[in-house]
């Protein structure tokens, strides 16, 4: 059965319809021991049969270790959106619920070549001298995480010191535990908590760097 029904699939060509430039989806799945490995690559391919500007390519993530390593995958289900290179730009767990709007503002945004972030955002990323890993704890149900989880993509389009990971909390528990989520959105910058909650741009990004700072002189 479709998980994407006729009046989702008009609604997103209409989101996707001034798409620019090709847009590929990479996904890395395995089909024992992970929940929604499966539904992830269904949603993915009905997803990219709505514009002929939109690519899939699937690998295993145990067979194709290599690929695994050279797009620093470390987890599945992992989907990757990239353009003409690979922005960092990873949603680890499916991208349903709110989370698809997360995704499919992403494609829109590698379509376009621009992170649509404003000129101090982007002044401040361009000053960063070390990598800056961003984790973006979320659950599909969470109407405020599409925010948290798009300004860390957008982040990490704009510098190339920037990588950002929606992590989907109840597929990970692990990760969830390590990191104490108790409410979501919750984003851990370089292994430290950055913030809590959906924040307006500047804000979001002053704590980032602020986290990071704190951590790198600890």
């Known amino acids: 059965m479709a998980i994407l029904q006729e009046n989702d699939r008009k609604e997103i ?13 990479i996904l890395f799945t ?3 021991e992970c929940q929604y490995c499966r539904e992830t690559r269904q949603l993915l391919e009905e997803l990219s049969s709505i514009s002929d500007k939109l690519d899939l390519e699937v690998y295993n993530f145990v067979t194709d270790e290599e690929k695994a390593k050279e797009f620093k995958v470390d987890k599945v289900p992992a989907t990757i959106v990239m353009g003409e290179k690979d922005y960092g730009i990873k949603f680890y767990g499916i991208p349903s619920g709110y989370e698809f709007a997360s995704l499919l503002s992403d494609i829109n945004m590698v379509s376009r070549g621009d992170s649509g972030l ?26 405020y995480c ?73």
Not at 13 to 25: D, G, R
Not at 163 to 183: C, K, N, W
């Open 118 to 143: 404003s000129e101090d955002s982007r002044k401040k990323l361009a000053e960063l001298k070390s990598p800056i890993h961003l984790q973006v704890f979320v659950t599909p149900s969470c109407p």
């Open 30 to 32: 395995q089909e024992l």
């Open 146 to 218: 599409p925010r948290a989880v798009s300004l860390a993509h957008q982040f990490a389009f704009e510098s190339e010191l920037v990588t950002a990971d929606m992590v989907e909390a109840i597929e990970f528990p692990h990760l969830s535990q390590r990191y104490q989520v108790m409410g979501v959105p919750r984003t851990i910058a370089n292994e430290k908590v950055a913030a809590e909650g959906a924040l307006p741009e500047a804000y979001f990004l002053e704590s980032i760097l602020s986290a990071v700072a704190e951590k790198e002189n600890a």
């Open 13 to 25: 060509a209409k989101q996707l319809e001034n798409m620019v430039n090709p847009v590929k989806l």
